[in-house]
């Protein structure tokens, strides 16, 4: 394993992180992929034990997914991190970042009708949050945009 990584996946908040991620991949999988061979995620942050003494049960493609977006989190550039969706640093890989979009959005929508992954709730709010202040500040630089004319 990295080094770098290993010492990245240390620090509290990548760790929280990576958790919300894999379980919104889990909720995806759960949701998509039941009719697959799935096993227990292994992977470099499993083995860290990020995931605690028992890792999620993807399927292969989820696993593979998730693996790469373990190491994006790790070595965002960012710190504090945006929400991804909405950064212009695009350190994911075109395909990737579809992938995910489509992930988050299904597993957003679920955590938050059933009530589970807790930090992933949060996270929706956050971001919900986030874009409504963006657009907020967004109207307000167009008006004064305007009374500038
Ligand atoms: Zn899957």
Redesign the pocket.
Same mark, same amino acid.
């Given at each position: 394993m990295n080094e770098r990584f290993a010492e990245k996946m240390a620090t509290e908040q990548v760790r929280v992180d990576t958790r919300t991620l894999a379980d919104f991949?889990s909720i995806?999988?759960?949701g *998509?992929?039941k009719d697959?061979s799935?096993a227990r995620l292994a992977s470099d942050a499993a083995t860290l034990g990020v995931y605690g003494r028992k890792s999620h049960v993807?399927?292969?493609?989820?696993?593979e *997914?998730l693996r790469y977006a373990e190491k994006r989190r790790a070595f965002c550039p960012r710190d504090p991190k945006p929400f991804c969706a909405h950064c212009d640093t695009h350190c994911y890989r075109d395909e990737e970042r579809a992938w995910q979009r489509e992930m988050m959005r299904y597993s957003g929508r679920r955590s938050v009708l059933h009530g589970h992954a807790v930090d992933g709730i949060k996270h929706v709010i956050a971001a919900r949050k986030w874009r409504r202040e963006m657009e907020q500040s967004a109207a307000i630089a167009a008006q004064t945009e305007r009374e500038d004319l």
């Open positions: 991949v995806y999988c759960d *998509h992929h697959r799935r993807l399927c292969e493609e989820c696993a *997914h």
